[in-house]
């Protein structure tokens, strides 16, 4: 059911392409849905619409509501439907009837304005009393590079002033955080186009907290009873033909290699190599569940303009996971999955989680009916057990087996989708598994994938912003920074560094020729948790004075240090 501020976005979005219409009559409309936290309007417009542009824009927005313009609905025919929007001189509107091929076609009109649109609406334009529009950018015409670029301009709306106004803050505040300026900030990663778009390159600190945080990521599946392996890069065609990524996923795929007179191709998922290990011996029922677990890297050929630094690349590492089981095992296995995913986001302090549990499609759908139920149920008594608060997407499910997805919300309020939980009735069947019960006879096993992460880059984007750089001690790529004064303290500089080092604390020591307040500053700004500041009486006395961001501490012994980080956070236990 839509609620009233999507009503009040929807129409919004309406209003926005009535103003823009009026200020730029030769103006081709596109589409202008809501999204998460506002809306936006795609424009194929002569004129290039800057962010200066936008206060004119919102000006006539504001006129409009203040009309009370009432919204009216009405439906017409194809034939119908064509000659309207061809009348108005609406290709894209016309693109839009011919696709969509319906019998009829929902319009909705306010005041001079008429739009197809399947609504629903508010009353009237009056209602939209806090709007903001907020910037502008490219977008493809349905999301295809081969079709013409055009003008997206995002805005958003709330139901009161102190909603908006405290939305526009979040957006300051998430520009500061923006993890591909603080990844440059903290020099933990970089993209270069002569390697090619969408590729990471991890520098040494932002390696060190890939490690970190595959190192927990592996301690935790060696305690679940998780095997790991390890798959190739690329697969032979028949391999991606018998998963069905060939006919469904093909356009995602980087171009095929010829090997041996056998066509090849870059791995966009690790699943077919898993099946492949499991499918390599016969497996007794006794040996289930198989639990394989891979940091695997996949490549996707995601378009130009949707990539969006560590968020959204083309080659990524996924934290993906395997069980093969059996029915009697579903239960206990879910229940284990979900409070794994659970116990490792909470580590990194989201504490806020909220579950989408996605149920069977009305149609079009691979396995059995009481399979999707046991799946359903196992998903749903897990969801119950562990007393995440979820809602059920009636019908979303893939059509090969329900899901659970885990939404987390960052320090200032963001939801990010993070960790799913996915059954599949279909690779089982397309690559013939089997185990042997306890009649010796053959059986297909449940599968389900399972992601906590999704991907390790975009969950490290998330981390950087959801920490603002500032990690916790525990998962600082530099740990603390020893600053000297003068040249005299280098060894005690040293000796300090060494023994750090010795207790697995990581550091860095800055015995540049520079004044000590320019070496605290870049520390600051690299957000090292600790600072050792060292002069003639640390060395005298064989102490150190701990500074943090905000404050020096007294001068205490390099021992007493080490027994106290032990206490400095406990996210990572």
């Not at 936006?40 to 504001?62: G, N, Q, R, S, V």
């Not at 015409?141 to 405290?166: C, D, H, P, V």
């Not at 020099?187 to 927990?216: A, R």
């Amino acid at each position: 059911m839509t609620s009233h501020l999507e009503k009040i976005r929807h129409s919004a979005a309406h209003v926005l392409a009535q103003a823009v219409l009026k200020l730029y009559p030769d103006a081709k409309l596109g589409i202008g849905p809501t999204i998460e936290m506002g809306f936006y309007y795609d424009f194929d417009i002569d004129i290039k619409i800057t962010e200066k542009d936008l206060p004119k824009i919102e000006e006539e927005m504001h006129r409009i509501c203040k009309e009370a313009q009432e919204f009216n609905h009405y439906t017409k025919t194809k034939e119908q439907a064509l000659a309207l929007t061809k009348h108005l001189n609406q290709p894209y509107k016309q693109l839009l009837i011919e696709e969509l091929n319906l019998k009829e076609y929902s319009f909705y009109e306010n005041g001079p304005f008429v739009d197809l649109c399947k609504g629903p609406h508010i009353h009237n334009t009056k209602e939209i009393k806090h709007l903001k529009l907020l910037k502008v950018a490219g977008a493809y015409w349905r999301g295809s590079e081969k079709n013409t670029m055009l003008q997206r301009i995002y805005g958003t709306a709330f139901e009161n002033k102190e909603e908006l106004k405290k939305h526009l803050v979040n957006i300051e505040e998430a520009k500061k955080r923006d993890h591909r300026h603080l990844g440059k900030q903290l020099d933990l990663f970089s993209f270069n186009e002569s390697i090619g778009s969408g590729l990471v390159l991890w520098h040494p600190k932002g390696t060190q907290l890939c490690e970190t945080i595959e190192q927990k990521w592996k301690e935790d599946h060696k305690n679940e009873d998780y095997e790991f392996i390890k798959t190739p890069h690329v697969g032979k065609a028949c391999l991606w033909e018998t998963s069905g990524h060939l006919d469904f996923y093909k356009e995602s795929m980087y171009g095929s290699s010829i090997i041996e007179e056998q066509e090849h191709y870059i791995k966009p998922m690790n699943c077919p190599f898993h099946i492949m290990i499991y499918k390599n011996k016969n497996h007794s029922y006794k040996e289930l569940p198989v639990k394989y677990a891979e940091l695997g890297t996949v490549y996707r050929n995601e378009r130009s303009g949707v990539l969006h630094g560590l968020l959204r690349a083309r080659g990524f590492t996924q934290d993906d996971a395997h069980i093969i089981c059996r029915k009697t095992q579903i239960d206990i296995e879910i229940k284990k999955v979900l409070k794994l995913c659970l116990t490792t986001l909470n580590r990194y302090n989201f504490k806020n989680i909220e579950a989408f549990l996605s149920t069977k499609p009305s149609e079009k759908f691979v396995g059995k009916n009481n399979e999707w139920k046991e799946a359903e149920n196992a998903l749903k008594k897990a969801l119950e057990s562990e007393k995440v608060p979820y809602k059920v997407d009636k019908g979303g499910g893939a059509f090969y087996g329900p899901k659970i997805d885990l939404k987390i919300k960052d320090a200032i309020g963001r939801t990010w989708q993070c960790s799913t939980i996915q059954f599949d009735f279909n690779l089982p069947t397309r690559f013939e598994l089997t185990y042997i019960n306890e009649k010796g006879i053959k059986e297909t096993p449940y599968m389900i994938h399972r992601a906590i992460f999704g991907s390790v880059e975009r969950f490290i984007g998330i981390l950087i912003e959801h920490y603002n750089g500032e990690f916790p001690f525990w998962l600082a790529p530099i740990q603390v920074q020893i600053l000297n004064i003068s040249t005299d303290c280098i060894p005690y500089c040293k000796k300090i560094e060494s023994i750090l080092k010795q207790h697995n604390i990581r550091v860095k020591t800055d015995l540049r020729e520079e004044k000590i307040s320019k070496k605290i500053k870049k520390a600051i700004e690299e957000k090292t948790p600790y600072m050792f500041i060292i002069g003639q009486n640390e060395v005298i006395n064989e102490k150190v004075t701990i500074r943090t961001k905000k404050e020096i501490s007294e001068i205490t012994s390099l021992k007493e240090f080490i027994k106290e980080s032990k206490n400095f956070d406990k996210e990572k236990n």
